[in-house]
């Protein structure tokens, strides 16, 4: 009988799902995105060679497994052939006959970028999202307005030459009367819209009925998020989230399967906790002195945007937050990630509560003014001074590390299945397989 298999970021994304979901698709049948745009990254190493993907499912780095792109996704095409599958097929990845396209995503166009740009140049810096200005935001906009052009109207080319005047005359005025700012060429966007339809033509499909039938006929999924559930747009640290709902349950709507054959939702977290952008982060600390356990978890953990390249803030393990997204997912089990970041720390925190205006509380409030205002209670436990980096067996982990995880385990009320002792593929400790129960 098949098994579906959701993973989903649980803090503010770049919790390390790429590798995951790359490692568990020799399982799959059919690995799906179904929400976000190119503002997401995954990054996959595999025998030393890295590949950072933004749209195309992690999964496409094994060999034939087909992927999918659902109508949950915002889809900049002119990205996606000329700096994601050009790269993969040049190193020898074939994607163009694996990779299936909802005719339903929303085509992120040249006036959506310009609208984000515009828009975060105009606020004052302490008052900017810290988008990527990739236009995400502006496409879902559209999409919500349903004023969106979306892939199928790429193969009417009248019609989608006649939305698109109509859609850029309303975004033009906004950049040139609002913001100042330059107007966008109906006739250059058109030219590279219709230019690009041909290219992916051979990739659309309808992908609810593809994945349908790969469950009929045994074949496992695998529901790929991007960023995190502290993003959301309905349930994060509003407004300091991205666009579109980045939790377990936006993979049925987000690429047409019923809720019912969703059956295992596997979130990935850090052994600290990260952010990139603006907004509240209780648990933060000092990235920039070194020697401090901040600086650490920046340095040896990379901690730097796949897509943007900008510095991550780094903070201690927050539980009041993982507790939030455990039950907005409903969460089967958890993922750690990056636990050899801490190696040789003498002692660690687990933010375990906060304090908010006199009271003690124990679950991330809604919202970004309270999120803000919380004060982070820590408790301490000791750290380890021996490597774990590459161990792939749960027993060969220190003792202290064995405890830290199953301090997380308790204090969270969710199972450890998967521990990341390392950004390779093999580095990998599992208790529970998601795909076997």
């Known amino acids: 009988m098949a098994r579906n298999v959701i993973v989903v970021g649980t803090q503010w994304g770049d919790e390390g799902k790429g590798k995951i979901v790359d ?12 929400q976000g745009g190119h503002n997401a990254g995954h990054t996959i190493i595999v025998d030393g060679k890295v590949y950072a993907l933004n749209l195309v499912p992690a999964g496409i780095v094994r060999e034939g497994v087909d992927c999918f792109i659902g109508n949950g996704v915002v889809l900049d095409i002119h990205h996606l052939l000329f700096k994601e599958i050009e790269p993969l097929e040049s190193g020898g990845i074939e994607v163009r006959s694996r990779l299936r396209i909802s005719p339903g995503c929303v085509l992120i166009l040249p006036y959506h970028g310009a609208i984000d740009r515009a828009r975060e140049a105009a606020k004052g810096a302490g008052a900017r999202i810290g988008t990527t200005g990739k236009g995400i935001g502006p496409a879902y906009e559209d999409k919500v307005a349903r004023r969106a052009l979306r892939v199928h109207d790429l193969f009417h080319p009248e019609r989608f030459a006649e939305k698109l005047r109509e859609t850029l005359d309303y975004h033009n005025f906004v950049l040139t009367r609002y913001f100042g700012a330059e107007a966008v060429d109906y006739a250059s966007v058109l030219a ?4 690009d339809a041909e290219r992916i033509e051979p990739m659309v499909a309808d992908v609810s009925a593809a994945l349908h039938a790969i469950n009929e006929a045994g074949g496992n999924l695998l529901f790929e ?9 309905d349930h994060g640290t509003y407004p300091f989230v991205t666009s579109s709902n980045c939790v377990a349950g936006q993979a049925s709507a987000g690429s047409g399967i019923g809720a019912g054959m969703l059956h295992y939702v596997l979130g990935i977290t850090k052994a600290y906790c990260t952010r990139v952008g603006g907004g509240p982060f209780p648990s933060e600390l000092d990235i920039e002195t070194k020697g401090t356990p901040g600086h650490q978890m920046s340095s040896k953990g990379k901690e730097f945007g796949v897509v943007t390249g900008r510095k991550r803030r780094c903070g201690w393990f927050d539980v009041p937050a993982l507790r939030r997204s455990a039950r907005i997912n409903g969460l089967t089990a958890l993922c750690v990630t990056k636990l050899d970041v801490l190696d040789d720390l003498p002692e660690l925190k687990i933010c ?4 908010l205006r006199g009271e003690t509380i124990d679950l991330l409030p809604m919202g970004a003014d309270d999120v803000a205002a919380c004060e982070p209670i820590l408790e301490t436990m000791p750290g380890w001074a021996e490597s774990t980096k590459g161990l792939t067996s749960f027993g060969d982990l220190p003792e202290a590390a064995r405890a830290y995880l199953a301090r997380i385990e308790t204090l969270c009320g969710v199972p450890i299945d998967i521990v990341s002792t390392g950004p390779e593929r093999r580095e990998t400790i599992l208790r529970r397989h998601p795909f076997r129960g």
């Open 23 to 34: 490692w568990l698709t020799d399982h799959a049948g059919g690995v799906v995105r179904f």
């Open 192 to 195: 590279q819209a219709m230019a």
């Open 225 to 233: 998020g991007a960023q995190g559930t502290l993003l959301d747009i």
């Open 352 to 355: 375990v509560g906060y304090r």
